[in-house]
């Protein structure tokens, strides 16, 4: 099952919405069946294994499918660095000695299914009280708070360094890989999830990465050129994303725009299937992104899904 996703805008008010804190984290889905856990990423691949902490959650709850985020805490703080190196560990060694060093929690914030019964179609408030009443554990599993005042949370999320707020129409139904307005985001920072398009080599090197070409799908589903990072990445983020992107070359751009010389000037294009995120400041009127910093590579989200945010 594909999340529910949020639109952003504008936070709502009124008594018909509750707001919760948007997490800094990797969104999931946890199906526990026969007290087996298997948990799922955005896209729907199966992240199981990267995650052992998480697992004891299957002999604790009936049969129950959790909607929720997996963050790391540092400082009190998520971190979404801290969190990246454990997004694409396929590895059961590697992953068991990661969860040692630097374990993860979830943060729950909806409940899908319960003792065999589904849930989606009942509004959100009656999935809210189901999902108060599990006894999550406190260790690895705990309750994502929800709050009657919009205003007062994003205040405080800004003041307390987290990423933001979604706020939730109270009689909203759960509706799986949608994107709806029924669940708006508020960020205090912008990031943007983009496809990579192609890359640059880094100066003094014809083949290693020093800026990749991204770009985005528009409301009409035609992909977009949305200009070009250097800033944020790495040696071994370039080595990585040199090996993901080895068999994915192409001779011309895959965007619908017509570049310029500047553009197409020492580019190497690929096949768009490697998304990142990136953070910037807004979006130029030609559709660039202004100032990107490379952030992660994100192995959890379908390329399919990549739209320009405003």
Same mark, same amino acid.
């Given at each position: 099952?594909?999340?529910?996703?949020?639109?952003?805008?504008?936070?709502?008010?009124?008594?018909?919405?509750?707001?919760?804190?948007?997490?800094?984290?990797?969104?999931?889905?946890?199906?526990?069946?026969?007290?087996?856990?298997?948990?799922?990423?955005?896209?729907?691949?199966?992240?199981?294994?990267?995650?052992?902490?998480?697992?004891?959650?299957?002999?604790?709850?009936?049969?129950?499918?959790?909607?929720?985020?997996?963050?790391?805490?540092?400082?009190?703080?998520?971190?979404?660095?801290?969190?990246?190196?454990?997004?694409?560990?396929?590895?059961?060694?590697?992953?068991?000695?990661?969860?040692?060093?630097?374990?993860?929690?979830?943060?729950?914030?909806?409940?899908?299914?319960?003792?065999?019964?589904?849930?989606?179609?009942?509004?959100?408030?009656?999935?809210?009280?189901?999902?108060?009443?599990?006894?999550?554990?406190?260790?690895?599993?705990?309750?994502?708070?929800?709050?009657?005042?919009?205003?007062?949370?994003?205040?405080?999320?800004?003041?307390?360094?987290?990423?933001?707020?979604?706020?939730?129409?109270?009689?909203?139904?759960?509706?799986?890989?949608?994107?709806?307005?029924?669940?708006?985001?508020?960020?205090?920072?912008?990031?943007?999830?983009?496809?990579?398009?192609?890359?640059?080599?880094?100066?003094?090197?014809?083949?290693?990465?020093?800026?990749?070409?991204?770009?985005?799908?528009?409301?009409?589903?035609?992909?977009?050129?949305?200009?070009?990072?250097?800033?944020?990445?790495?040696?071994? *983020?370039?080595?990585?994303?040199?090996?993901?992107?080895?068999? $994915? #070359? /192409?001779?011309?751009? @895959? &965007?619908?725009? +017509?570049?310029?010389?500047?553009?197409?000037?020492?580019?190497?294009?690929?096949?768009?299937?490697? *998304?990142?995120?990136?953070?910037?400041?807004?979006?130029?009127? $030609? #559709? /660039?992104?202004?100032? @990107? &910093?490379?952030? +992660?590579?994100?192995?959890?989200?379908?390329?399919?899904?990549?739209?320009?945010?405003?």
């Amino acid at each position: 099952m594909r999340p529910m996703l949020a639109s952003t805008g504008t936070q709502p008010a009124g008594l018909d919405w509750a707001h919760e804190v948007k997490w800094d984290g990797m969104r999931i889905i946890a199906d526990i069946t026969d007290a087996q856990v298997r948990l799922f990423s955005r896209s729907g691949r199966d992240v199981t294994v990267g995650f052992p902490e998480l697992r004891p959650i299957a002999t604790m709850l009936p049969d129950v499918v959790l909607d929720g985020e997996v963050i790391v805490l540092r400082a009190g703080v998520p971190s979404f660095e801290a969190l990246a190196e454990r997004m694409h560990v396929t590895d059961s060694r590697q992953a068991a000695e990661l969860a040692e060093a630097q374990p993860v929690s979830v943060m729950a914030f909806d409940v899908l299914r319960l003792y065999g019964v589904e849930l989606l179609d009942r509004p959100w408030h009656a999935r809210r009280a189901s999902l108060d009443k599990l006894e999550l554990p406190v260790d690895r599993w705990r309750l994502s708070p929800e709050y009657d005042d919009g205003a007062a949370l994003l205040s405080a999320t800004l003041e307390q360094g987290l990423e933001g707020v979604v706020s939730k129409r109270r009689e909203s139904s759960y509706q799986p890989g949608r994107r709806s307005r029924d669940w708006i985001k508020t960020a205090h920072r912008r990031v943007q999830s983009c496809l990579v398009i192609g890359w640059r080599p880094e100066i003094g090197s014809a083949d290693r990465i020093g800026a990749l070409l991204l770009g985005v799908f528009d409301e009409t589903r035609q992909l977009r050129f949305a200009g070009r990072v250097g800033s944020g990445i790495g040696g071994r *983020v370039a080595a990585e994303l040199q090996r993901s992107l080895a068999d $994915a #070359g /192409r001779r011309d751009p @895959p &965007v619908m725009d +017509t570049l310029s010389r500047v553009d197409l000037a020492g580019s190497n294009w690929c096949e768009p299937i490697v *998304v990142v995120d990136v953070r910037h400041v807004g979006w130029t009127e $030609a #559709g /660039r992104l202004r100032q @990107p &910093v490379f952030r +992660t590579v994100r192995s959890d989200l379908d390329p399919e899904e990549i739209r320009r945010e405003p």
